[in-house]
């Protein structure tokens, strides 16, 4: 029995195999699936996850036929000559003693094609295209191509597959009366609406084998209008226990929801309560989901009988040996998913390849090594410990060199410390905590307090220099800048000054956003995941269709306007998969969004604005800036004039469009790009 985690490491036994433990990597998509070359990135990337120990993977969705693409030419297996290059992919898992299943998804009315279809001829309003409705044969056809390309991944080697009913996609269409409104065999009644999904299960079960795990992922909660029950999400539970499934998986909201679900102001293992509902209902095991991202709470989820499982994606993704690090009882090591969106998600919205804020070397295991040790150990100066200097540090010192890292303030972190403050970004701790300790695994040369000048970084005679000096603020030129009502973000945020009942947020990037979710911040006396509920407008007595209630309203603290001077929607250049969240949070409490303001001058009475041609004076007590920011990088000069070699990353580089993301980037890559310090 594993002494700390004795039920996330307990093998489950499925009667003809056995996992080694209770994880499951939820599937993914990562945009491999569909490159030339992409099976063998895939095949890198699941390798090394298998390495990491993890019970049983699930490959991103993968569609049966043509209609269910989820963009043109997307990932498919329907034809044997498809098969030889997913063997890359099973052959690579299976030498690592790793198990890992397909997911047959088909998108229905959310593909991204033309030649879409659905149960019924209804648009999602997050398509831009309406589907075609389903004639009885093409139901009949799908049917089997789901069983084909179960046969068709057996041949390639799987352990499993994983047949995608949730989320909103095609399954899940005809399930819920919202998207099928059919009148034969297939819509109607409930028992006729579960005809595909049981049809689908029975097929794949007939074509693939009885030795072959099928998982299939229920939705178990829909959030949208016109969904499921409960009584049907049990009655079809039971169903596909009966038609033969190995195992079900849960799933959370359909795509269309306007409810977040797995972003970073979602409590840890908010979910659970809805796998929980049918256990001891079923005798094959139940895997839950959605915003589990610490062996803690995985071991929590398993000992309170919430799950016999926990799928975890982007946590694995973070740290692809998450699970070893549990193994071995060093938790404290894992680099932990804060659950941002940005790297992942976002990325596959924008069809960019997937990787991860916090490990920018995910989904780029096929292509990249580590450098050697370089042939001599460079005395190397990194100044400030944000999340570039963290990185750059941290990595550099892995490679061998001797690397000092100084902090002008009492702690590390740079602007995370101000991020982690912000209501419902707590995850942002976990990624200062994993560089704490990679900083002691490593034997960075850590100096707090110390803010450094030019002179000193060439008296201790160092060899290199990397400026992580990150950003100012800057302060906009506006009449009356000086008045004490106008405070900066930092002054907020990292120095506790007490801010009035009435306020303008002058900027609406991502820090106006943060700044104007403090300052409305209800502070819930209730668990966190009541409080998320109510937020939200989620039923945990499942009373209506599709687990909604009405939201229960917050008690703002503050009135708060969130000003831009562009045109368009204030926000729109936030996360695609987070920003319209974020909106909502505001919206919901009162938070007023002007863009197209012109800043006329600030003075006792308030700020003066003019709005689209309209002068008024909004009578705040505070004036709260988040214009944006310079870089500081005023050593660079002299540190160059005497001849040391100097590199800029994160804000010191560039402040425009400076993320988390691209400063632990650029750190990262300094010090990947092989023999930048290691010439003498
Ligand atoms: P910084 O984080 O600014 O770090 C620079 C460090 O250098 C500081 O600690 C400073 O004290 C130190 N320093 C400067 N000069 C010296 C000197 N001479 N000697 C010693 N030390 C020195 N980004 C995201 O991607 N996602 C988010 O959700 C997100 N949320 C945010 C929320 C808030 C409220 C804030 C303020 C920022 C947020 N960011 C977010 C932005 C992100 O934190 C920054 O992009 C990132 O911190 C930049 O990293 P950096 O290392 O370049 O600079
Ligand atoms: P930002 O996104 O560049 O936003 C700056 C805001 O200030 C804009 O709304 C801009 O809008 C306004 N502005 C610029 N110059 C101005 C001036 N001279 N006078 C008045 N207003 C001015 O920067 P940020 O909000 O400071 O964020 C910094 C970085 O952190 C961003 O890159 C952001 O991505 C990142 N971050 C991300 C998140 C997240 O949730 N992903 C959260 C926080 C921060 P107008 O020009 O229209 O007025
Ligand atoms: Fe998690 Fe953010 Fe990395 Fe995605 S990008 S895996 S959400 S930390």
Redesign the pocket.
């Given at each position: 029995m594993h002494p700390t985690y004795p039920n996330l490491f307990r093998p489950l036994d499925l009667g003809f195999t056995t996992l080694k433990n209770r994880v499951l990597m939820g599937s993914m998509h990562t945009g491999l699936e569909e490159h030339k070359d992409g099976m063998k990135a895939l095949a890198a990337y699941f390798a090394e996850r298998a390495r990491g120990g993890i019970g049983l993977m699930v490959t991103g969705g993968i569609s049966p036929n043509r209609q269910g693409w989820l963009i043109p030419f997307g990932a498919k297996l329907s034809a044997r000559s498809e098969v030889a290059h997913h063997r890359t992919v099973t052959s690579a898992v299976h030498a690592e003693d790793g198990k890992i299943c397909m997911q047959i998804l088909h998108a229905g009315r959310y593909a991204a094609h033309p030649l879409l279809v659905a149960p019924s001829a209804i648009r999602a309003h997050i398509s831009p295209f309406k589907p075609w409705e389903m004639s009885g044969r093409l139901v009949k056809a799908t049917i089997d191509d789901f069983g084909t390309c179960a046969a068709l991944a057996r041949d390639a080697g799987y352990d499993g597959v994983e047949i995608m009913g949730s989320e909103g996609y095609l399954i899940n269409q005809f399930i819920a009366p919202r998207t099928n409104k059919r009148t034969d065999d297939w819509g109607g009644s409930f028992e006729n609406r579960m005809r595909f999904p049981l049809e689908v299960m029975r097929r794949v079960r007939e074509k693939a084998g009885k030795d072959f795990i099928v998982i299939f992922r229920v939705s178990m909660l829909d959030l949208v209008e016109e969904g499921s029950s409960w009584e049907e999400v049990e009655q079809l539970a039971l169903a596909l226990e009966a038609a033969g499934a190995t195992m079900l998986n849960t799933g959370i909201g359909w795509h269309e929801a306007r409810i977040p679900t797995i972003a970073?102001m979602v409590p840890r293992g908010a979910y659970a309560w809805v796998t929980q509902r049918l256990m001891g209902k079923l005798r094959i095991p139940l895997i839950t989901t959605n915003r589990i991202n610490t062996p803690e709470k995985a071991e929590e989820i398993l000992r309170e009988g919430y799950a016999d499982m926990v799928s975890m994606a982007?946590?694995l993704?973070?740290d692809p040996y998450f699970m070893k690090k549990a193994e071995e009882s060093r938790a404290e090591y894992i680099n932990?998913?804060?659950?941002?969106?940005?790297?992942?998600?976002d990325h596959i919205f924008q069809r960019k390849d997937?990787?991860?804020?916090?490990?920018p070397r995910?989904c780029k295991e096929g292509t990249l090594s580590v450098p050697p040790p370089p042939a001599t150990s460079q005395k190397i100066a990194v100044v400030g410990a944000g999340p570039a200097g963290l990185s750059a540090s941290t990595e550099l010192a892995a490679l061998g060199h001797e690397v000092h890292l100084f902090e002008a303030s009492n702690e590390i972190g740079g602007q995370f410390n101000m991020a982690k403050r912000i209501p419902g970004k707590e995850e942002f701790y976990e990624t200062l905590r994993y560089f704490g300790k990679m900083i002691e695994k490593n034997g960075v040369h850590l100096h707090l307090n110390t803010r450094v000048d030019a002179d000193f970084l060439i008296q201790q005679g160092f060899q290199e220099v990397v400026l992580a000096t990150g950003v100012s603020p800057r302060v906009p030129q506006i009449e009356g800048i000086e008045h004490p009502k106008v405070l900066s973000y930092i002054d907020v945020l990292l120095h506790n000054k007490p801010v009035g009942k009435k306020v303008a947020v002058i900027g609406a990037g991502g820090i106006g956003f943060d700044v104007s979710v403090f300052l409305t911040d209800p502070g819930h006396e209730q668990a966190p995941v009541e409080a998320y509920r109510e937020e939200w407008g989620i039923d945990a007595q499942y009373r209506q269709r599709g687990g909604l209630m009405p939201a229960v309203k917050e008690q703002v603290p503050r009135e708060v306007w969130l000003l831009q001077r562009s045109k368009g929607k204030v926000g729109d250049r936030l996360g695609k998969t987070t920003g319209w969240a974020h909106r909502l949070t505001l919206k919901n409490r009162g938070v007023r969004m002007w863009s197209e303001v012109q800043y006329d001058k600030i003075d006792d009475a308030g700020l003066h604005i003019t709005v689209k041609g309209q002068a008024q004076v909004l009578e705040v007590d505070n004036i709260v800036v988040c214009a944006g920011q310079h870089s500081l990088r005023a050593l660079q000069e002299p540190l160059q004039a005497v001849g040391i070699p100097v590199h800029l990353i994160g804000g010191a580089k560039e402040a425009g469009e400076l993320d988390a993301?691209r400063a632990i980037e650029e750190g990262w890559a300094l010090a990947m790009r092989a023999g930048v310090f290691a010439k003498n």
């Open positions: 970073t982007r946590p993704l973070a932990t998913c804060i659950a941002c969106n940005q790297a992942c998600l997937a990787s991860c804020l916090v490990n995910a993301k």
